[in-house]
């Protein structure tokens, strides 16, 4: 298994002004994902980050929203850009082929 | 596509009663299945998976159970403890992808 850390853990971030947040995996794995899970409910896949490519969108996330970097096979980042109130949310990233591990999750509330 | 608005439906059992989560999923072509258990303030956290080429996988105190011809799945758990109190959520893949597509999940609540 993998052991899969975010940074930060929460943060609180005034409308208009962007967050980066930071995934980091203990191992190399050739799949690293990014998800939203809004309070009470289930987990929404925003994309999957490409090692050296761009990052692959689903329907309803752009990349000028969501920047996502991937430089190697153990770290990726996704910035939330130009944040209103309806950005607050829990962001995990997942990193595995199969089973995916999940990290902890970054609980992001935009004023 | 994502849950709006919904209250997770919700499974009250017993300590040491046996717990069965049921689970829907939509697509035909998906091949591979996992179950999650996320506790509150955590990421969610990998307890089984199965293949569609099975139908019926055990793990420690869990059985996860696969019917294709209903596009059902379901997660036992023995002897439920409170410690298994959580939201369970099942995620499918489709056959030749990456992507896993996450249930609406259940949280479970266990009564001493």
């Known amino acids: 298994s993998a052991v899969i850390s975010q940074k930060p853990s929460r943060d609180i971030c005034q409308r208009g002004t962007s967050l980066t947040i930071q995934c980091q995996v203990d191992?190399?794995?050739?799949?690293m994902f990014w998800y939203r899970q809004q309070p009470g409910q289930s987990l929404t896949l925003i994309a999957t980050?490409?090692?050296?490519?761009?990052?692959?969108?689903e329907s309803g996330f752009v990349i000028d929203k969501f920047p996502i970097s991937r430089p190697n096979l153990t770290f990726s980042t996704l910035t939330v850009s130009n944040m209103s109130p309806e950005d607050s949310s829990i962001y995990l990233c997942?990193?595995?082929?199969?089973?995916?591990?999940f990290g902890p999750g970054t609980r992001l509330t935009v004023l | 596509g994502e849950s709006v608005g919904l209250h997770l439906p919700t499974l009250s059992v017993q300590e040491g009663d046996n717990s069965i989560i049921n689970c829907a999923y939509s697509?035909?072509?998906?091949?591979?299945f996992i179950w999650y258990k996320q506790e509150s303030g955590k990421g969610p956290q990998f307890i089984i998976d199965?293949?569609?080429?099975?139908d019926k996988r055990q793990g420690q105190r869990v059985t996860v159970l696969l019917n294709k011809t209903v596009k059902h799945l379901s997660l036992q758990i023995a002897a439920t403890q409170p410690g298994d109190s959580a939201v369970y959520f099942c995620?499918?893949?489709?056959?030749?992808?990456?992507?896993?597509?996450f249930g609406t999940g259940t949280q479970l609540k266990v009564e001493l």
């Open positions: 997942s990193g595995g082929m199969d089973e995916q591990f």
């Open positions: 191992s190399q794995v050739t799949m």
């Open positions: 980050a490409n090692q050296g490519s761009e990052a692959t969108y």
């Open positions: 697509n035909s072509a998906s091949d591979y």
């Open positions: 199965i293949r569609s080429n099975m």
């Open positions: 995620a499918e893949r489709v056959g030749g992808g990456n992507k896993l597509t």
